[in-house]
């Protein structure tokens, strides 16, 4: 779907977020960015939605994939929700931008959020609603617009451990159902394991790709308690331990 072919950040104070990363996204993976605090995943992602170029090398989306308006969908580690509006609404944002009427949107509006296991909060407002449920809104809004690709920066990183197992199952469930293609920046090794079929390790200042591990976790009843799971997960440390400054 997309490369970046040597690409570098460096911010006008001189921090160089990002040095040389070269990958490529194919349609569909599940790609895990994975590494510590401050390692550049967010400026990564932030050039991955156009929302920043890189200053060397280069981005390139393969044919006939560059994203249109619509395309890309983003989730933040805070649900980021308009607090006065109710569940309906803020998943509606983006069509409403996009100029669809909340009456045109609605049928879309209620299976994504039934997808997202949402059906009866329609009418609910942020404050009314878990944590777990408020991230569900913020990935429901981000997958409305059926987006070719699906941009999440720590989304579930907030949440307790029971919410975001839950929330981990679901968005599995639905990438395997859909398979939008999916990049997904974390700090646990678990997470990553659990999640993606691609995992790449980045090594801080400045932020480098450092390994990558290739996943195929077989799709048993309870992968959590998988040995090929708890397998990739001692790949994973024992891979972070080899490259980690
Ligand atoms: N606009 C900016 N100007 C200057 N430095 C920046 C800017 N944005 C980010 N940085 C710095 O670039 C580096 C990478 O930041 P980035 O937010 O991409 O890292 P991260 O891996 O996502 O961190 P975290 O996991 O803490 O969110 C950090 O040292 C950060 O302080």
Known sequence: MLSLNGAGRRF???TVALE???MTIGAGEFVVLLGPSGCGKSTLLRLLAGLDTPDTGTLAWDHGTKPGPGDIGFVFQDATLLPWATTEQNVHLPLRLAGTS??????????TLARLGLAGFEQA???ALSGGMRMRVSIARALVSRPKLLLMDEPFAALDEFTRHRLQDDLHALWREARTTVVFVTHSIYEAAYLASRILIMTPRP???AAE???????AADRRIDPAYAAL???????LRAVMP
């Open 20 to 22: 040389d990363i070269t």
């Open 233 to 239: 997960t001692t790949q994973v440390t024992e891979t």
């Open 102 to 111: 909340l009456e045109a949107a609605r049928p879309l509006i209620r299976e």
């Open 125 to 127: 407002r942020p404050a």
């Open 12 to 14: 006008d104070n001189g």
């Open 213 to 219: 591990i290739t996943c195929a976790l077989p799709e």
């Open 207 to 209: 932020g480098r790709i």
